[in-house]
C-alpha cells in the first residue's frame, strides 16, 4: 500500500456497521491474547459500578471472567466441542456438547438494539456497541495517550423519540485494530450519564495452553451442576 493511499483511507470514515465487524474480525485474528478490559459507569446521580472483564483467547479457545466491584461472579470457556459457564457467587456450573461444537473463531450476528435504545456488550468479541438509529462516524485521526498513538473513531446518534444523544468515542491499536479505550456519553433531556473502558494487563503474545479452556477441577469438585 502506497503512502498516499493510505493516507486516503485514514481519512475515509466508515459506517458504524462496518466499525464493529472490523472489531469483530481484528479478536478473530488473535492467536494467543491475555487483557483486561475495565469498564466503569458514571451516573449524573448515583454511585458508578466498576466492572472487569479478563479475557483469554487462543485458536484453542476463549475464555472470560467478571468481576463487579472487586468480587468474582462468573468465569466461562469454550472449545471447539464444549462450554462451561460457571457462577461462582452460588457455586453452580453449567455444561454445553452440543453434536456440531462451537465454531472458532465465532461467527456472531450483531448487536440489533430497539428504536430509540443502546446496546453494549464485552465479552470474548471486545467491547461491542450498536444504537438505533445507527451512528455517524466521522473521519479517523491519530491521537496520542500515554506515548502511544492510537487511532480514534467519533460516532453520534440522535433519538428523537426518547429526546436523547449518544456519543462514542473508541481508540484503536493501530496495527492490530484491538480496541484500547473507549467513551460512552448519552445525554437525554440534559441529563448526562457515561461509560469509561480501557484495556489493561494486555499480552498479543502470550503462550496459553489448551487445557485453560476445560472445566476446573474445582468447579467440576466443589460447584453443583444446573440445567439451564
Known sequence: ????????????APSFAQLEKQKVEAFGKLTGFRGTYVMVSLPQEGIGIRQEVTLTISPDGRRTKLYAEGQDVAESAYNKTVKWTAFLYDKTYELFQPEKGFLLPPDVPPLTPAAGEMSLTLDDLGPRFA???APEVTAPKTE???GKALTRYDAKTISPSQKSQVQITQWFDPKTFIIKQFEITKTTDGRVSRIKGFLIKEDLNAKILATEFDLPANYATNFKRITP
Do not use: H, S
Open 131 to 133: 444504537t438505533n438509529p
Open 144 to 146: 496520542t495517550i500515554e
Open 1 to 12: 500500500m502506497t503512502t498516499v493511499l493510505a493516507a486516503i483511507l485514514l481519512t475515509q
